[in-house]
């Protein structure tokens, strides 16, 4: 296997990975699910971020499971978006 087909199968098997088409803003997203998801899925994170808030920890996995939906916003206009490459 050469490196170029490794990475083939990286991105395949993770889709969180991206390549080479993937844009910012659904990399940016992918990498806040994952994040938000790890937190409410270990009790112990969630624990630390409601002491942090000061917060219940079922109010602080309730409001990361809302923001899992749109975590960095909605999508930017492809018009904006070319203007920033």
Partial sequence: FGMHSQTEQLFARHVGTGNADTKKHTWLTNQH?????HIVSDY???????????????R?????LQRMGRPCGPPPNAS??????
Avoid: H
């Avoid at 699910?33 to 998801?37: E, H, V, Y």
């Avoid at 112990?44 to 079922?58: D, F, N, W």
């Avoid at 904006?80 to 490459?85: D, G, P, V, W, Y």
């Fill in 33 to 37: 699910r994952d994040t938000l998801s």
């Fill in 44 to 58: 112990s994170l969630s624990t630390y971020v409601a002491i942090a808030e000061g917060e219940s920890v079922e």
């Fill in 60 to 64: 602080v996995r309730f409001n990361m």
């Fill in 80 to 85: 904006k978006e070319a203007e920033s490459l």
